[in-house]
């Protein structure tokens, strides 16, 4: 029984001690896959990207690339549906546009 209890410590598993000074093999708590805080890094990225590139181009010429991409395969047309100006992505290149131009 211990040579089993050792053999699966390395596996997820940790020894601790126990009220009456035993150890006991637990399993360790596992960490989520994907934090909460790195999805929402991804999506401000995401979101600043679109505003850099909105501010970049200007409403008209990023419309145009939009277009573009519409008429396209189907991952370009997916990739337009997701470049869409939404009203963060606007409001943010309307606040960083003095800087880019």
Same mark, same amino acid.
């Given at each position: 029984m211990i040579e089993r209890a050792? /053999?699966?410590? *390395?596996? &997820? /598993? +940790?020894?601790?001690? +126990? *009220?009456? &000074? !035993? !150890?006991v093999v637990r399993k360790r708590r596992s960490a989520p896959a994907i934090s909460p805080r790195g999805v929402l890094y991804l999506l401000f990225g995401f979101i600043l990207f679109k505003s850099i590139a909105l501010a970049q181009f200007g409403e008209s010429g990023y419309m145009e690339r939009i277009n573009g991409l519409q008429s396209g395969t189907l991952v370009e047309k997916a990739g337009a549906l997701v470049m869409q100006p939404d009203r963060f992505s606007i409001g943010l290149a309307k606040q960083i546009a003095p800087f880019i131009r």
């Open positions: 050792h /053999r699966r410590a *390395p596996k &997820g /598993r +940790g020894q601790i001690v +126990g *009220p009456d &000074g !035993l !150890l």
